[in-house]
């Protein structure tokens, strides 16, 4: 039978559950989206046969209808790589340079407020930061750099670039510079209403000598972790999420997940998790790594959805494009941003879908679609109170739902 929930949900065929594969987690899976699972239930889940798989994703689909139903939201941005320069080495990455190297470049003011403005023309509210993590730790140039526009390291000149586009802009600051101090965290928090940091993994393993974070010292999940922390102590509005596919084991994908959902308990500051999936690079030490599969995203975004029922989930979708509509039967309620401008400068070869396909798939599968600010709903209260300009920004901002104020058709 198909079974369907309020506000669009239509969750398919129920399967019959699968005794010798979901076992024990017959009766959590039933009550989807009340209580979250326990990590033996998702250990369990993540490795059931693929003909469990119809009755996870209807398990999903049924709490997030409980959750929020019928709406799926998006966040029109436009993409800043304040600098690309990096003191971390990822077996998959091409968006770092050394200095020196062919494509290094840091942007000037003028570079950043050029890109913000043309962004405005085009209905964007959220300027998303990325960079680096702490450059000039390792290139003496970054810190020539830094020098001549008037800064004493990347953190004070982003802290800089923030408050300018808050000041000089209609668009909100989303930072994500990496590793933070806690000091840190309450200046930038004072300047943008939301800030992000991909735990991306639990396993120390993958810091050994060739696995995805040798010689990626920031990458340490101890580290991160205390970055999340701090900002859940401060109140922070905070994205993280898991990057699947790297070396992890499901054990380990599970832990990171469950990590991330214990902070958000404690302080109630995550406002999204993120469920990225690897894609290879040519160029890099994993380029002829194996990507996870659309099984494999799909059941790891259920999962994901069935241990965290009231937390925001979101997928990339430019990631498993042109299937990218099938990440929302396994629960997501978000896509995270999309922009109308800018490359998506991490994953260059991975274009975003128009917003006009974004909305056509999101309404074939029975959703509304709606355009956020970089900052939740039911967040922004939280954030607001980090700053008169953020509160007075984020009031003129977002309509009476807390939505983007100036929303254009997709």
Not at 348 to 376: A, D, S
């Amino acid at each position: 039978m198909l079974l369907c929930a309020p506000g669009g949900d239509v969750l398919g065929p129920m399967a019959t559950f699968l005794p010798d594969a979901l076992a024990t987690t017959a009766a959590e899976l039933a009550n989807a989206g009340a209580e979250p699972i326990s990590r033996e239930a998702a250990c369990r889940l993540l490795g059931a046969a693929s003909d469990a798989l119809p009755s996870l994703l209807a398990a999903a689909q049924l709490a997030r209808a409980r959750f929020k139903p019928g709406v799926i939201t998006y966040s029109r941005k436009v993409f800043l790589p304040l600098t690309n320069l990096c003191r971390d080495y990822c077996g998959y990455c091409t968006f770092r340079r050394d200095s020196g190297e062919p494509g290094e470049h840091t942007m000037t003011p003028d570079e950043v407020m050029e890109v913000v403005r043309a962004g405005e023309r085009m209905g964007c509210t959220e300027a998303l930061f990325s960079l680096g993590d702490k450059p000039e730790l390792l290139f003496p140039e970054m810190r020539d750099t830094l020098r001549r526009l008037g800064y004493k390291s990347t953190l004070h000149y982003l802290e800089a670039m923030c408050e300018k586009v808050l000041c000089e802009s209609s668009l909100l600051p989303h930072p994500n510079p990496g590793l933070m101090s806690a000091e840190w965290l309450e200046r930038l928090s004072g300047v943008a209403p939301s800030m992000g940091l991909m735990l991306e993994t639990t396993s120390t393993r993958l810091l050994a000598k060739n696995a995805a974070h040798d010689n990626a010292p920031d990458k340490d999940p101890a580290k991160r972790l205390r970055v999340i922390e701090d900002a859940g102590r401060r109140k922070i509005p905070f994205t993280t999420g898991i990057l699947i596919g790297i070396g992890e084991t499901p054990e380990e994908r599970v832990d990171a997940l469950v990590a991330i959902r214990d902070l958000h308990a404690r302080y109630g500051h995550i406002q999204e998790v993120i469920v990225q999936n690897f894609r290879a690079k040519s160029g890099t030490p994993m380029a002829y790594w194996p990507e996870p599969d659309r099984g494999e995203m799909l059941r790891t975004v259920a999962v994901a959805r069935l241990l965290m029922p009231k937390m925001n989930i979101q997928a990339p979708p430019n990631l498993s494009d042109p299937h990218f509509a099938d990440l929302l039967d396994g629960g997501i309620n978000d896509w995270g941003g999309v922009s109308p401008l800018t490359p998506d400068f991490i994953n260059p070869e991975k274009p975003w879908p128009h917003l006009e396909e974004l909305q056509k798939r999101t309404k074939e599968k029975g959703f509304e679609l709606r355009q956020r600010l970089p900052v939740y709903p039911e967040f922004a209260q939280q954030a607001a109170t980090h700053s008169n300009l953020l509160a007075e920004r984020l009031s003129s901002a977002a309509d009476a739902e807390g939505y983007a104020q100036q929303m254009r058709a997709a």
